[in-house]
């Protein structure tokens, strides 16, 4: 049930995502790896209130904790994301949204795991 909300929650925040990463590739004609990363950045305190207050619900005090492990996990796999994305898009020439789904999805359940073990385990 918790992974269900978990992905809902990510989901939503895909779809800003890629709302983000068009904006800033198709029409302001910025690199999506540079389109990525500016939207990782907009969107990764998003995710954290989203997931904190939807999907683990944690007392607002542990948010001086969560926030900086958060903010790590989602980092570490971000990295594996702009990773991911150059081999399918300029490598292999897959279209950057639909690179941008496959990724996102393949991370899902190492995000999940991570920050339901770490990032908000302090409820436990």
């Given amino acids: 049930m918790k992974f269900l909300a978990y992905a809902s929650v990510g989901g939503t925040c895909a779809l800003l995502n890629l709302a983000v990463l068009w904006l800033l590739t198709s029409v302001a004609g910025v690199h999506y790896l540079l389109s990525n990363t500016i939207s990782f950045f907009a969107l990764t305190p998003v995710g954290f209130l989203l997931q904190k207050l939807i ?10 904790v969560e926030w900086p492990r958060y903010f790590a996990t989602m980092g570490s796999t971000f990295l594996a994301h702009l990773g991911l994305m150059y081999v399918l898009v300029s490598l292999l020439g897959v279209w950057y949204l639909a690179a941008n789904v496959l990724v996102t999805a393949v991370l899902l359940a190492t995000n999940f795991i991570v920050n339901d073990r770490w990032s908000f ?3 436990r």
């Avoid at 999907?55 to 001086?64: H, K, M, S, V």
């Fill in 55 to 64: 999907t683990f619900r944690t007392p607002g005090a542990a948010a001086r």
């Fill in 121 to 123: 385990a302090l409820r």
